[in-house]
């Protein structure tokens, strides 16, 4: 079964960094449009950064743009959320999505960011 479990998550002071993961199993990774989603409670759900693996730019929402960095590893299907100088709006739970195509995405069970003193 498709499975896309996220790690790294946890408590950081301001100004601090934190590196999420995914592992993806049961896709065939270098298909999917891979993503990080971001959810504050009671807000919506919202797209932090997308890439695909090909050429084209990865997507970073504008409020993270330069201080995160997204990454995949086609060969170990991985993805990754490198997170600099967070700041407390930042704290949320943050889900892997992977989409093929016009498909339903997959979706992790989401790692939680803390950011406070």
């Known amino acids: 079964q498709v499975q896309l479990v996220e790690s790294g998550g946890g408590l950081v002071q301001p100004g601090g960094s934190l590196t999420l993961s995914c592992a993806a199993s049961?896709?065939?990774?270098?298909?999917?449009?891979m993503s990080w989603y971001c959810q504050a409670p009671g807000e919506e759900r919202y797209l932090v950064a997308g890439?695909?693996?090909?050429?084209?730019?990865?997507f970073y929402d504008h409020s993270v743009k330069g201080r995160f960095t997204i990454s995949r590893d086609d060969v170990d299907k991985m993805l990754y959320l490198q997170m600099n100088n967070l700041n407390p709006t930042d704290t949320a739970v943050y889900y892997c999505?992977?989409?093929?195509?016009?498909?339903?995405?997959?979706w992790g069970q989401g790692t939680q960011v803390t950011v406070s003193t």
């Open positions: 999505q992977a989409k093929f195509g016009l498909d339903s995405p997959y």
């Open positions: 049961g896709i065939t990774f270098g298909l999917y449009y």
């Open positions: 890439i695909s693996s090909v050429g084209a730019p990865p």
